[in-house]
């Protein structure tokens, strides 16, 4: 008899602290709530990104990429060819990298060269 009072005892006591933390779930909830639809006023649209700003994103990294990864095989092959390991390597792999930076000022339109009186 004393196992069952104290389980009830135990049940009321759980059941009384599931009220009590649901409770404050539920205060907090409404006030992240009110949070959040404050701060989407103030934000309103600057918090969206520009998916065209993303692919230029990726079409400047991949014109980076590209100048070195050619310039790093071009360097390869001439050092296999001719034996001169490795400075076809070095030489092309930095021509590749100064390819690559002039292709993505190109392509962001950075460039102030004769292209820009047109």
């Known amino acids: 008899m004393a196992d069952d009072a104290r389980k009830e005892s135990e049940n009321s006591n759980r059941s009384a602290e599931e009220a009590a933390l649901s409770a ?11 949070q959040g ?9 600057s918090s969206r990104s520009d998916p ?4 230029r994103g990726f079409r400047l990294s991949t014109e ?13 092959a001439l ?9 076809g390597m070095i030489v092309f792999l930095l021509l590749g990298f100064a390819a690559g ?3 993505v000022i190109r392509a962001a339109g950075i460039s102030s060269g004769s292209n820009s009186g047109q």
């Open 64 to 76: 980076l990429v590209a100048g070195v990864l050619v310039g790093a095989f071009i360097g390869w």
């Open 101 to 103: 930076v002039v292709n």
């Open 52 to 55: 065209s700003a993303l692919a």
């Open 24 to 34: 404050r779930l539920k205060r907090l909830g409404d006030r992240l709530a009110q």
């Open 79 to 87: 050092d296999r060819w001719l034996g001169i390991s490795p400075w």
């Open 37 to 45: 639809v404050s701060q989407k006023v103030e934000a309103g649209s």
